[in-house]
């Protein structure tokens, strides 16, 4: 069972430029999870999502970012026109659909963004 | 805030020794996790402990959890060089969405 696979593991974009960041939840997991980590701080959450529906998006800027995880294929993260202020290591993590106390998340490898 | 808040930021110690990191959190959870991060890379799950668990062991490590003082820590015995990282708490909040809140991690170096 392949873990979570997140590619590439490594982007570089310029300023205006979009990047789209894949992630292939493991076998048999439904929900997945992004998250934004600066350099020397904690991971953010950024958003939710289950097949074919946004579950929270709470953390996702307002502007040129958006999120899918379509019936069929990897959840995408989408950031459009990037800025410098963008780079980062984008991480996705998913876990298993049932609930009952709490499952880990699995994390992928990270995709480390960076706008030059 | 963040929901997690690791204690200390940065840990130095000898190998050998024993390393214990501290997390606090605001609201009420189903469950803590612990994680750890090598330089640049990618999460490693290291331990679930539910909300009903006080204690719980995995090799050398030993996470507790106070749900009355909402906090939680990790004790690394006989730490190694290898256990050099960064290490995250990540909580499950009863909020009715199901998603992890990080801290901001401890950074924790072993001298060999």
């Known amino acids: 069972n392949a873990g979570v696979m997140q590619n590439p593991r490594h982007l570089v974009r310029r300023r205006g430029q979009e990047a789209r960041l894949r992630c292939s939840p493991m076998?048999?997991?439904?929900?997945v999870y992004w998250y934004r980590q600066l350099p020397e701080e904690g991971l953010k959450f950024m958003v939710y999502?289950?097949?074919?529906?946004?579950?929270?998006e709470s953390g996702m800027p307002k502007e040129r970012f958006s999120a899918e995880f379509p019936k069929e294929g990897p959840s995408i993260l989408r950031i459009q026109q990037v800025v410098r202020g963008d780079s980062a290591a984008y991480f996705c993590?998913?876990?298993?659909?049932?609930?009952?106390?709490?499952?880990?998340?699995?994390f992928g490898q990270g995709t480390r963004l960076t706008v030059v | 805030s963040q929901q997690g808040e690791e204690d200390p930021q940065a840990l130095s110690i000898q190998e050998g020794e024993n390393a214990t990191m501290n997390c606090s959190y605001k609201?009420?959870?189903?469950?803590l996790q612990w994680y750890r991060q090598n330089s640049g890379r990618g999460l490693v799950h290291l331990i679930l402990?539910?909300?009903?668990?006080r204690e719980k062991h995995s090799g050398r490590l030993r996470v507790t959890l106070d749900t009355s003082k909402k906090s939680s820590s990790l004790l690394i015995t006989a730490s190694r060089a290898a256990d050099t990282a960064s290490y995250f708490c990540?909580?499950?909040?009863?909020?009715?969405?199901?998603?992890?809140?990080f801290g901001t991690g401890t950074r924790l170096k072993v001298l060999a």
């Open positions: 609201t009420s959870i189903n469950n």
């Open positions: 993590a998913s876990s298993p659909p049932t609930r009952g106390g709490g499952t880990e998340a699995f």
């Open positions: 076998k048999g997991h439904s929900h």
């Open positions: 402990i539910r909300s009903n668990e």
């Open positions: 999502l289950q097949k074919e529906n946004i579950i929270d």
């Open positions: 990540a909580t499950d909040p009863l909020t009715g969405t199901y998603k992890y809140i």
